[in-house]
Every structure is written in structure tokens, then in C-alpha cells.
T-cell receptor
Framework: NAGVTQTPKFQVLKTGQSMTLQCAQDMNHNSMYWYRQDPGMGLRLIYY???????DKGEVPNGYNVSRLNKREFSLRLESAAPSQTSVYFC?????????????FGSGTQLSVL | TQLLEQSPQFLSIQEGENLTVYCNSS?????LQWYRQEPGEGPVLLVTVVTGGEVKKLKRLTFQFGDARKDSSLHITAAQPGDTGLYLC???????????FGTGTRLKVLA
């Protein structure tokens, strides 16, 4: 089983460039999440989608937009990249929203903004 | 503001030693989870604790949920090099549906 697939694995951008991080899951999960991981700060929630057609802001949404394209796919867009967005980005999914749900993670996208 | 604070941030120990990692919050959580992350990979769920005071064991790992459901601990007995990794606690604060993660504890077990 593929689980959660993220593309690309690595990306280098110049300040001001835009890009979209892609995420797809094949587990028929309803909820999907985007996190960023920075040293000493664990994982911080950027946006999440409780179900197809809905999205909501997390802890650090500024500078990002998301699209829940269908049940399988949840993309994260940086419209005008900034050096502060240099980070490792993880997509995750769970069957339902709420507590006690197991989150399944992709292997991450390492993004550098110069 | 980080709702879930973990300590210590870094831990380097010899094989065979015991250790405890703490996850603390001023907020109440319906449940807390522990994940382990290895380099180049996403976190993987180890356990979920649900009831205040609950203790769960996973081989040499013992997880405890505080009575007030504001904190949790992870104790590893006789650590092995394979335990090396980043340990993260996570949970959904009461009244929300947003999974948040702790600051993480990076463990290195030396052979």
C-alpha cells in the first residue's frame, strides 16, 4: 500500500516564486493535514481538511493556501515564497477528524527558499 | 505559543540505561498520542492514551497519561540503539478538531 504520497521530495525556490506541494492518500481517509517541521518546534499545523470540500486554518496558516481537490488529494500552495518558509513539510491523513484517530504521514518535502 | 511542551529537548544515553520523556500542557486533552520519527520519514504512531491515569506498555516502552489529562510521560527501559529517533507527543485540545504536536525530544542511544 502506498499510504500517503507527497511530491516533490526536495525543492529549492527563490524568494517570491510560487509552488504547489502535492499530497495524495489511498486509504479512503476523510481528514487530511499539512504540517511544517522546524528544529526545536516539533510539527506545527498549517491547514487541515476535516472532510472533502472543507478546509480550516491551523496554527501557522499565513503565506499558504490549500485545496482539497477530492477525497484523495490535498495540495498546499505558496503564492510568494519567503525564506521563513524554509522547512520540511509533511502531509498526513486520518479516517475521521477528532481525537483518538491515528495520523498517517507522508515522507515529507524539504523546501529551501533562498 | 506551543500548547504541548516536551522535555528534555535532547537526550544522549548509553545502551542499557533507562530514560523518561515528558509532555506537559496547561490545557486538558481528551487523549494524547506518542509518535516516533526517524530521519527522512514522517512520524509513526506508537500509542494513544485515553483515560486519566492510564498506563500502557509496548515492550520496553511505558506510557502514562496524567490524572488531570494535561500531561503524559514515556519511559524506556534498557534503551537500545534502535530506540534512537525523535519522539513527539500529540493531541487534540478539548473543543477543537486540530491535532497539535509537542516540541519533540531527540533521543540518541549509543552502543
Amino acid at each position: 500500500n502506498a499510504g500517503v504520497t507527497q511530491t516533490p521530495k526536495f525543492q529549492v525556490l527563490k524568494t517570491g516564486q510560487s509552488m504547489t506541494l502535492q499530497c495524495a492518500q489511498d486509504m479512503n481517509h476523510n481528514s487530511m493535514y499539512w504540517y511544517r517541521q522546524d528544529p526545536g518546534m516539533g510539527l506545527r499545523l498549517i491547514y487541515y481538511s476535516a472532510s472533502e470540500g472543507t478546509t480550516d486554518k491551523g496554527e501557522v496558516p499565513n503565506g499558504y493556501n490549500v485545496s482539497r481537490l477530492n477525497k484523495r488529494e490535498f495540495s498546499l500552495r505558496l503564492e510568494s515564497a519567503a525564506p521563513s518558509q524554509t522547512s520540511v513539510y509533511f502531509c498526513a491523513s486520518s479516517y475521521h477528524r477528532g481525537n483518538n484517530e491515528k495520523l498517517f504521514f507522508g515522507s515529507g518535502t524539504q523546501l529551501s527558499v533562498l | 505559543t506551543q500548547l504541548l511542551e516536551q522535555s528534555p529537548q535532547f537526550l544522549s544515553i548509553q545502551e542499557g540505561e533507562n530514560l523518561t520523556v515528558y509532555c506537559n500542557s496547561s490545557s486538558v486533552f481528551s487523549s494524547l498520542q506518542w509518535y516516533r520519527q526517524e530521519p527522512g520519514e514522517g512520524p509513526v504512531l506508537l500509542v494513544t492514551v485515553v483515560t486519566g491515569g492510564e498506563v500502557k506498555k509496548l515492550k520496553r516502552l511505558t506510557f502514562q497519561f496524567g490524572d488531570a489529562r494535561k500531561d503524559s510521560s514515556l519511559h524506556i527501559t534498557a534503551a537500545q540503539p534502535g530506540d534512537t529517533g525523535l519522539y513527539l507527543c500529540a493531541g487534540v485540545p478539548s473543543g477543537t478538531y486540530k491535532y497539535i504536536f509537542g516540541t519533540g525530544t531527540r533521543l540518541k542511544v549509543l552502543a
